[in-house]
T-cell receptor
Framework: NAGVMQNPRHLVRRRGQEARLRCSPM?????VYWYRQLPEEGLKFMVY????????ESGMPKERFSAEFPKEGPSILRIQQVVRGDSAAYFC?????????????FGPGTRLTVL | AQSVTQLGSHVSVSEGALVLLRCNYS??????LFWYVQYPNQGLQLLLK??????LVKGINGFEAEFKKSETSFHLTKPSAHMSDAAEYFC????????????FGKGNQVVVIP
């Protein structure tokens, strides 16, 4: 059973470009979480999605950021018009249920660098 | 809102010595508590978790942690450090009624000295 997959692993963008980060959850998992890790910081929750639904986006910046988890295909985190402050590691995690006790399985992350 | 405090961003420990990483949390409800380890350029791997029941929790790689409600703490220990324990360690808390989202501490970068 393959783990959580994220691609690309490294992404370089110039200011003003768009960044698309992909996350394929573990097989059988229908719950996806995105976290952002800024340098010298812990991970911060961004958004929680189930198939075709955004359940909790309270951690997402109000502008330029969006996320989706379509019926088919990976979850996508999209950042429009990137700025230098968006440089961070973005981690996706998946879980088979929304039960709080359940382990979230993390992907290797996408490291975004904005020039 | 929940939060986690991990003091001392960098922790040095001699090989064979005790590893102790401190974690304190704040939560308005009984929390679920987790410790994750992150190796360079990898994702987070669960070491152990506390949900209910026994307050002393044993995890992988010889780590254990004890939930102390009176101290709002969940410190991580390992009796004898190995070189392979060099990594970053994160304590996290989730609200049982809050969609399972995790709130993380800032992490401890552990360096093992031969």
């Amino acid at each position: 059973n393959a783990g959580v997959m994220q691609n690309p692993r490294h992404l370089v963008r110039r200011r003003g470009q768009e960044a698309r980060l992909r996350c394929s959850p573990m097989k059988g998992h229908s719950h996806v979480y995105w976290y952002r890790q800024l340098p010298e910081e812990g991970l911060k929750f961004m958004v929680y999605l189930q198939k075709e639904n955004i359940i909790d986006e309270s951690g997402m910046p109000k502008e330029r950021f969006s996320a989706e988890f379509p019926k088919e295909g990976p979850s996508i985190l999209r950042i429009q018009q990137v700025v230098r402050g968006d440089s961070a590691a973005y981690f996706c995690a998946s879980s088979p249920t929304s039960e709080a006790a359940h382990e979230q399985f993390f992907g290797p992350g996408t490291r975004l660098t904005v020039l | 809102a929940q939060s986690v405090t991990q003091l001392g961003s960098h922790v040095s420990v001699s090989e064979g010595a005790l590893v102790l990483l401190r974690c304190n949390y704040s939560s308005s409800v009984p929390p679920y508590l987790f410790w994750y380890v992150q190796y360079p350029n990898q994702g987070l791997q669960l070491l152990l978790k506390y949900t209910t029941g026994a307050t002393l929790v044993k995890g992988i790689n010889g780590f254990e942690a004890e939930f102390k409600k009176s101290e709002t703490s969940f410190h991580l220990t390992k009796p004898s450090a190995h070189m392979s324990d060099a990594a970053e360690y994160f304590c996290a808390v989730s609200d049982p009624g809050g969609n399972n989202r995790l709130a993380f501490g800032k992490g401890n970068q552990v360096v093992v000295i031969p």
